[in-house]
């Protein structure tokens, strides 16, 4: 029962955070996803054991911990790609807007400060 509850909770809690625009709409399939899966193998217990068996797993709960590690280091790796790629576009980002800045400065004529016009 707290299976089947914990994992209703985090399919609303992912409802939620895609209303508040918090969660991208890429990333709440993969959490969905994840929810509805939790939520198959709460209903249908026997399925880690199936799973195990016809891995080759002797102990049941292992397999899910493997999947669950597995699952986490994909996510982390997929998340230290868009960061890399964020981080480069970022970078050219202010390359650009330094180019930008020193073209309208060279482009402006000189003004005369309001000390040296005598005002």
């Not at 899966?37 to 709960?61: E, K």
């Not at 390359?95 to 930008?100: D, K």
Request: aromatic share 8%; glycine share 6%.
């Amino acid at each position: 029962m707290i299976a089947i509850f914990g994992s209703i909770a985090v399919a609303m809690c992912v409802f939620e955070l895609i209303r508040r625009r918090k969660l991208r709409e890429e990333y709440a399939l993969f959490w969905l996803g994840a929810s509805v899966v939790l939520l198959g193998v709460s209903f249908w217990r026997r399925s880690i054991d199936l799973a195990a068996r016809l891995v080759g797993v002797a102990y049941p709960p292992s397999l899910l911990l493997l999947v669950v590690v597995v699952v986490g280091f994909m996510l982390a790796m997929h998340y230290s790609i868009s960061l890399s790629r964020l981080a480069e576009q970022n970078k050219r980002l202010a390359q650009e807007l330094a180019l930008l800045r020193h073209e309208v400065s060279m482009s402006k004529p000189a003004q005369p400060s309001a000390r040296t016009s005598g005002i």
